[in-house]
Structure formats: C-alpha cells, structure tokens
C-alpha cells in the first residue's frame, strides 16, 4: 500500500511562486509520478508528470513556469511553480502508479492520491 503526504501549498500573490512536495510511504517506488489539479466546479486536470528515469511532460498551461523533479532515494516528488497566476488556484493532488513506468496523464491511469493542497493565488 502506497501513502502520498502532501505539503507545501499555501496562499501567494500572482507573480509569486510556491514549491509543493510529495512524500510516497513503503519502499522505493519507481512508477510514474504526476500532479494533477482541480479548481471549484471544474475537472481535476493534469499538470505534470514525472518518470524514475526522468521523462517529464506538463500541461501547456504551466510550461516555462511549473518544474517537476524528483528524489528517488527519499520517495518524493516536487512542483516548483513560479510566476503563479490566479487561474493557478485549485487544490493540487499529488497521484502515483508504481506499475506504470512512462508518461500518463489521465487521473484514470493512476492508482495511488495525495489528500490535496491547496494553491490560492491573489490578483
């Protein structure tokens, strides 16, 4: 069994930035690992993604500003997001399937949830 632990969001105005992190329980978990995102009345929607070898792909939406990494040996993975906007707040979900080992970016695709953070962006 997989625990995701979340930290990291927080209210920020927009130009700021924030860094999030996920912490993955049990032993070292080389599946795919991703962030997704979901604001009040909408979708929850892919940001990044992330593989143990290093694939990275991101939503158009946050290229050049979000950066995914990841630290196999501590089990975490992290969202450095800069230049934040207000379209930016949701809750941020980190997700993880250890028996997928390349990019997915569908919500369906993982198995594993963070409990959510929430990013607030102030105009």
């Known amino acids: 069994q997989v625990q995701l632990v979340e930290s990291g969001g927080g209210l920020v105005q927009a130009g700021g930035s924030l860094r999030l992190s996920c912490a993955a329980s049990?032993?070292?978990?080389?599946?795919?690992r991703g962030w997704f995102r979901q604001a009040p009345g909408k979708e929850r929607e892919f940001v990044a993604a992330?593989?143990?070898?290093?694939?990275?792909s991101y939503a158009d939406s946050v290229k050049g500003r979000f950066t995914i990494s990841r630290e196999n040996a501590k089990n975490t993975v992290y969202l450095q997001m800069n230049s934040l906007k207000s379209e930016d707040t949701a809750i941020y979900y980190c997700?993880?399937?250890?028996?997928?080992?390349?990019?997915?970016?569908?919500?369906?695709?993982?198995?594993?949830w963070g409990q959510g953070t929430q990013v607030t962006v102030s105009s």
């Open positions: 997700a993880a399937n250890p028996t997928r080992f390349f990019i997915v970016s569908y919500p369906t695709n993982y198995n594993y």
């Open positions: 049990g032993s070292t978990f080389t599946g795919v």
């Open positions: 992330i593989t143990s070898i290093g694939t990275i």
